[in-house]
C-alpha cells in the first residue's frame, strides 16, 4: 500500500466482486469547488464508500486579524460568490452586538427585504438552472432511458397549474438553454436580483450595508420597483411549485425505493433569519427572545424532535474539529480570547472564538489529510456527541425548525407545530393560494430539492410582510436609516443568519480597536467536512454512503447521477469549491465488506 | 418562399467556432460567473444561443453551468492544453496563488492528475493553456489584480494574472491580457468585453483598445464621481455626514472620486443599484491598489479633507445663489391667471374687447 492514497481505495488485491472507485472531480453546477470520491458495489447497487474534497485555500480569518472592525462586512461578502450579502448581513450583525448598536427599524426592514430577495434569487437559479439539470429531459434519457419513458406517458397532476402537459414536458421544459423553463428561470434570477439590488445596491457583495443601519435611501420609488417584481415572483411561484411537487412525485413514484437517494439521520441545523427590529436589540444577554423572534425560527432538530430554539445555547455548543484537513491543531497552544460568554457561560477552547487557524500545504491523502474543509460539530449535551449536523441545503433545516417551533404566525405564513402554511395573495392572472409544506418522513435528496421550492414561496410571502411594515414607517416620516456607534477598544459579538444554503455565523474578537480574531461558518463547511478526529464522516459523505443507485448504465457508462442528486441536494457552495471527478472506473479488487475500509477513516 | 440552409442577411465569420474555457479555481469566490448569470447586455443566452450576428458560435466551458461533470468535463481542459481544442479564449477567475513558498501540497487546484493521483494545481493549469489560448480575460479584480485574496497578511503569496505572466505577456495571436476587474465584476461590463473580442476574431472590430492597467478604454476610462448623481452634491459642498443621507458620500469614505469604474452610470443590473449613487461608498474595488489602499473602508480619504473643504467653501455660496434662482423658477409666469385679461405681452387684433 502506498504511504499516500490518491484516492479512497483498499489494500486487498484478489479481483473478486464488483467494488470500483469512482470520483467527480470537479462537481459542477455548484458554486465552488469539490470532489466526491467513492467506492461503489455494482452488484449490491450501492455506495459503500464516500469521501469529499475541497481544493482551495484562501486563509480570510488569518488576513483579517489587526484590520478596522468595520471593515469585516465588506471583506467577509468577498467568501462567498452567491450568497456573499449573506456573509455582509451576518457580519453587521456581529457588528452590531459588538458595538452595542441597533439599527433603526426600517434599516432592518431594508436588509430583510433585500435578504429575502436573496433567497428568491439563489434558490430559484439553483434549483432549476442548476439542480434541474438533473432532471432534465437530456440527463433522464442518458441515466434512466424506462424513466423517461413513462413520464413521457404520465399526466403531470398539477398540468392546470403549470402549463406542462405530462412530466416529460416538464423535463425537457428543464434542458439547458434549450428548455422553456430553463431561460424563463434565468429571467426570473434577473428581475430577483434587480429586488435585491434595490434594498443592498448590488449583487452579490453589496454596498448599501454598514453596522449600525443602511445607506439605502427610502424612497416610496424603491418599494414601488420592489413590489411589482414582487408580485410577478409571486405569480411565477404559483406555477413553479406545483410543478416541482409534481416532477418529485413522479420520481418516488417511477424509482420505487427513492427516498433512499442521499438520506440521512435527521441533524439539522437552522440559525435563524429575518430580524424583528421590534424585539432585536443585538444584545448577547437577549440573544433568546430576540432569536425567537426571527421570522425564520432558528432550531436543532435532531430525529425529528426539536431540541432547542435558544440562539445561546446553539452558539455555546458550536466545536470545531479537525481530523482529515490540512491544518495543524491549536490544540491547546491557541489563544483563548473569550473564556466566559456576556451570561457568565464557559466557552470551549474549539468554539469559533478561541479558533486559531495554522494551515499546513501537504499532499492529498484520503487515509489522512485530504481537504481544507475543517469539521464544525454541535456538541450535543444530553448525549456528549460531537454531531455532524447538516443543513440540508437550507430550505429544509429552516421549515423543520420553523414549523415545530409554532412560533411564526404572520398572516402570510404560519407555522402550526407540524407544518408551515404560505399564503399568496392574488396577483395578474391568478387567484390567491394556500400552500402547505408538512414535515416530510425523510432527510433526502428529494425532500431536500422540494423544501427548496417551498421556501421560495415562503420567502416571497415574508417580504409582503416586510413591505407592509416598511411603508408604514416611511408614511410616518421615520426614514432614519442609520444609527451612529463607535468602535469599542475590546469588545466580542457574534451574527447568526441563514446563507441561502444553510446555517451562518460570524465571531469577532476585538483587542485595541483591531480584530484580534474573526471566524465566520457558512453551510458548506458544515455540510462537505471531512471525516473529523473521532471519525465521524461529514454530511456528504454521510448521505452519499449506502446511497442505493438507480442509474441504468453500469460501470463503464456510468454518469452517478444518484450521487450527483444527493450531494446537489445538499446545495454545495464551496468557494473553495467541491470537484467531482468521474473516473474510468478502476475495478477493485474487494467484494462487498465496506468494515475492510474502516481502518482508512484513521 | 423562404430560402434555407443559406445565409444572405449578415456575413459570417471567417471563425466559425470558438470555445471559451473559463477557470473559476483561482483564489475567488465565483463570484464573477454567478455575475454573467445576471447580464443581459449581452446575456449567457444571447451568446450561447448565436442571437448576434455575423459571430461564430460560442461554446462556453464553465464550471457553475456545465452540463458535464467530473472527467466529462476536465476533457475539455485536456483537449485545450493539448491543442485540440483551437481556437478558445482563456478566461481566469480569482486571484493566482503562489505554489513555490511551501513544501509540498496546493492552494487552489482543478482536476486530478492520472499520473500521480494529485491535484491539478491551477497554476499547472495555466502554464499549459496559456499558450494555447487565442487570448486571454482576467475577470474580475482577484484575477486582474490579486483583489482581496492577495490583502496585506495573507498566507497564499495571492497576486493577479499579469502579476504571475507578466506584464508584457502576448497571446500567440498578439493580444495582451485584457482585465475586466470589479468585485465583483458588473455583469455587462464582462459580457459585453466577451463580445467585444467575438467581433474582434469575427473581423468585424479593430483590436480592443485598453489603458495601461489592461482595461477596456470605454469601460474605465472614466471615475465613478464623473458619473455619480451625487456629484452635485459634491460640487455645491453638500457632503452627508452620516450614513443613510442622499447627499455625497465622500466625508463618509467614498474614494469614487478617485476610482475608474463606470457603475454609476450604468448601474449594476438593468440600470437598477450601484454604489454611491444608491448610498454604498465606493471602497475601490475595481482597482489594483484594492483593498489596502481604501481601507479602513469607512473612514475619509486622506486626500478628500482638502479637496472637501476648497469645494466647501465656494460650494456654500453656490448653493445659497441657486436656491435664489430655485425658488424663481419653482414659480409659474405671472400671465397664466383666469382674469378677464390678456396679459402675456401678444397684441390681439381680432378678438380684443373694447
Redesign the interface.
Known amino acids: 500500500m502506498p504511504d499516500?492514497l490518491?484516492?479512497p481505495a483498499t489494500k486487498s488485491s484478489a479481483p473478486t466482486g464488483n467494488i470500483v472507485e469512482m470520483?467527480?472531480?470537479?462537481?459542477?453546477?455548484?458554486?465552488?469547488?469539490l470532489?466526491i470520491y467513492t467506492k461503489i458495489d455494482f452488484d449490491s447497487k450501492k455506495v459503500i464508500e464516500c469521501y469529499s474534497t475541497s481544493?482551495?485555500?484562501?486563509?480570510y480569518s488569518?488576513?483579517m486579524?489587526?484590520?478596522?472592525p468595520?471593515?469585516a462586512h465588506?471583506?467577509t461578502s468577498?467568501?462567498?460568490?452567491?450568497c456573499?450579502d449573506n456573509h455582509a448581513t451576518c457580519s453587521t450583525y456581529a457588528q452590531n452586538m459588538a458595538y452595542g448598536v441597533k439599527p433603526p427599524p426600517l434599516?432592518e426592514w431594508i436588509v430583510n427585504l433585500g435578504e429575502a430577495a436573496e433567497y428568491m434569487f439563489d434558490h430559484n437559479?439553483f434549483q432549476d438552472?442548476?439542480v434541474g439539470?438533473d432532471f432534465c429531459e437530456?440527463?433522464v434519457k442518458e441515466t434512466n432511458p424506462s424513466v423517461w419513458e413513462k413520464a413521457q406517458r404520465t399526466p403531470a397532476p398539477h398540468a392546470a397549474d403549470h402549463g406542462y402537459r405530462t412530466i416529460g414536458d416538464i423535463m425537457k421544459a428543464l434542458n439547458?438553454?434549450s428548455g422553456e423553463f430553463y431561460?424563463e428561470t434565468?429571467h426570473v434570477?434577473?428581475y430577483t436580483?434587480?429586488m435585491f439590488?434595490?434594498m443592498e445596491?448590488?449583487?452579490?457583495?453589496?454596498?448599501?450595508?454598514?453596522p449600525?443601519?443602511?445607506?439605502?435611501?427610502p424612497s416610496i420609488q424603491l418599494f414601488t420597483?420592489y413590489t411589482v417584481r414582487l408580485m410577478r415572483y409571486i405569480e411565477f411561484m404559483k406555477r413553479c411549485l406545483p410543478l416541482h411537487d409534481d416532477l418529485f412525485d413522479f420520481f418516488y413514484e417511477a424509482l420505487p425505493g427513492y427516498e433512499e437517494v442521499g438520506r440521512r439521520r435527521v441533524l439539522l441545523a437552522c440559525w435563524g433569519s429575518f430580524q424583528d427590529p421590534d424585539v432585536c436589540d443585538y444584545d448577547y444577554r437577549t440573544m433568546e427572545k430576540w432569536g425567537n423572534a426571527m421570522f425564520v425560527t432558528p432550531g436543532i432538530v435532531i430525529d425529528g424532535q426539536l431540541v432547542t430554539t435558544n440562539l445561546v445555547d446553539i452558539n455555546l455548543g458550536i466545536r470545531i474539529l479537525l481530523g482529515s484537513s490540512?491544518y495543524d491543531d491549536w490544540g491547546d497552544n491557541g489563544e483563548v480570547f473569550v473564556k466566559n460568554d456576556p451570561l457568565g457561560n464557559p466557552v470551549d477552547r474549539r468554539h469559533p472564538w478561541n479558533q486559531t487557524t495554522i494551515?499546513?500545504?501537504?499532499?492529498?491523502n484520503f487515509a489522512d489529510k485530504y481537504t481544507w474543509v475543517m469539521s464544525p460539530r454541535w456538541l450535543d449535551k444530553r448525549t456528549g456527541d460531537h454531531l455532524a449536523m447538516d443543513t440540508g441545503g437550507g430550505p429544509i433545516a429552516r421549515l423543520w425548525a420553523t414549523a415545530l417551533a409554532k412560533l411564526v404566525n404572520i398572516g402570510y405564513v404560519e407555522s402550526t407545530g407540524h407544518s408551515v402554511k404560505i399564503r399568496l395573495p392574488k396577483t395578474a392572472l391568478k387567484g390567491e393560494v394556500e400552500f402547505e409544506w408538512k414535515i416530510p418522513k425523510w432527510s433526502n435528496a428529494i425532500e431536500r430539492d422540494r423544501a427548496r421550492t417551498y421556501f421560495q414561496a415562503y420567502s416571497a410571502a415574508c417580504a409582503l410582510h416586510f413591505l407592509d411594515k416598511a411603508l408604514k414607517e416611511v408614511y410616518a416620516g421615520r426614514t432614519?436609516?442609520?444609527t451612529?456607534f463607535k468602535v469599542p477598544d475590546e469588545a466580542i459579538g457574534c451574527g447568526f443568519h441563514e446563507a441561502v444554503r444553510g446555517v451562518l455565523s460570524h465571531h469577532m474578537v476585538i483587542r485595541k480597536g483591531k480584530i484580534a480574531n474573526y471566524h465566520p461558518y457558512p453551510p458548506t463547511p458544515w455540510n462537505a467536512n471531512p471525516r473529523d478526529v473521532y471519525g465521524t464522516p461529514g454530511p456528504y459523505e454521510d448521505a452519499v454512503q449506502n446511497t442505493p443507485i438507480f442509474e441504468e448504465n453500469g460501470p463503464d457508462k456510468f454518469?452517478?447521477i444518484d450521487i450527483?442528486r444527493a450531494v446537489r441536494s445538499f446545495d454545495p457552495c464551496l468557494?473553495c469549491?467541491v470537484?467531482?471527478?468521474?473516473?474510468?472506473g478502476k475495478v477493485l479488487q474487494q467484494k462487498h465488506t465496506p468494515t475492510a475500509f474502516a481502518g482508512l477513516a484513521h | 418562399m423562404v430560402a434555407e440552409n443559406k445565409t444572405f442577411t449578415h456575413r459570417q465569420s471567417p471563425v466559425k467556432e470558438i470555445h471559451v474555457v473559463w477557470m473559476t479555481t483561482g483564489l475567488g469566490c465565483d463570484g464573477d460567473s454567478v455575475s454573467i448569470t445576471a447580464a443581459t447586455q449581452p446575456s449567457i443566452e444571447d451568446l450561447v444561443m448565436g442571437n448576434i450576428p455575423g459571430l461564430p458560435k460560442v461554446h462556453v466551458h464553465n464550471p457553475v453551468i456545465a452540463y458535464e461533470v467530473g472527467d466529462e468535463f476536465m476533457k475539455y481542459w485536456f483537449d485545450a492544453a493539448a491543442g485540440k481544442l483551437d481556437p478558445f479564449v482563456l478566461v481566469m477567475e480569482g486571484s493566482i496563488p503562489n505554489e513555490k513558498i511551501k513544501k509540498e501540497g496546493y492552494w487552489a487546484a482543478l482536476g486530478t492528475d492520472p499520473d500521480t493521483g494529485q491535484p491539478i494545481t491551477t497554476n499547472e493549469w495555466i502554464d499549459r493553456l496559456a499558450p494555447k489560448a487565442l487570448g486571454i480575460v482576467a475577470c474580475g479584480t482577484c484575477a486582474t489584480y490579486g483583489g482581496i485574496h492577495a490583502m496585506q497578511g495573507n498566507p497564499t503569496g495571492a497576486m493577479g494574472l499579469a502579476d504571475y505572466l507578466g506584464w508584457g505577456w502576448r497571446s500567440k495571436a498578439g493580444l495582451p491580457i485584457v482585465n475586466v476587474p470589479g468585485c465583483p465584476v458588473q455583469p455587462d461590463n464582462m459580457m459585453e468585453t466577451l463580445l467585444y473580442l467575438l467581433y474582434q476574431v469575427a473581423g468585424l472590430a479593430p483590436l480592443i483598445p485598453l489603458d495601461d492597467q489592461l482595461r477596456p478604454t470605454w469601460l474605465f476610462g472614466k471615475t465613478v464621481h464623473e458619473g455619480c448623481d451625487r456629484a452635485g452634491y459634491y460640487e455645491q459642498g453638500d457632503f452627508a455626514r452620516e450614513y443613510g443621507s442622499p447627499k455625497c458620500l465622500v466625508k463618509i469614505g467614498c474614494w469614487g472620486p478617485v476610482v475608474n469604474c463606470n457603475v454609476t452610470k450604468r448601474g449594476w443590473m438593468a440600470g437598477i443599484g450601484g454604489c454611491p449613487n444608491v448610498g454604498g461608498i465606493c471602497i475601490g474595488c475595481t482597482m489594483p491598489g484594492f483593498p489596502d489602499k481604501f481601507m479602513p473602508f469607512m473612514d475619509a480619504p486622506p486626500g478628500s479633507a482638502l479637496s472637501t473643504k476648497v469645494v466647501g467653501l465656494w460650494g456654500g455660496v453656490l448653493r445659497r445663489l441657486r436656491a435664489i434662482t430655485n425658488t424663481t423658477v419653482n414659480k409659474e409666469p405671472k400671465w397664466r391667471h383666469p382674469r378677464a385679461e390678456l396679459t402675456t405681452g401678444y397684441e390681439p387684433i381680432n378678438y380684443a374687447r373694447n
Not at chain 1, 201 to 210: A, C, I, K, M, Q
Open positions: 499516500i490518491t484516492a470520483s467527480w472531480d470537479p462537481i459542477t453546477r455548484i458554486v465552488g469547488s470532489g481544493s482551495i485555500f484562501r486563509g488569518i488576513f486579524q489587526n484590520k478596522d468595520r471593515d465588506f471583506i468577498r467568501i462567498c460568490g452567491i456573499g434599516a437559479i438552472n442548476l439539470v437530456m440527463m439547458p438553454f431561460r434565468l434570477s434577473r436580483r434587480e439590488c434595490l445596491g448590488r449583487h452579490v457583495h453589496p454596498s448599501t450595508l454598514y449600525g443601519g443602511v445607506g439605502t435611501v420597483d490540512y494551515p499546513k500545504p501537504q499532499k492529498r432614519a436609516t442609520f451612529p454518469k452517478g450527483m468557494p469549491g470537484h467531482m471527478y468521474l473516473g474510468n
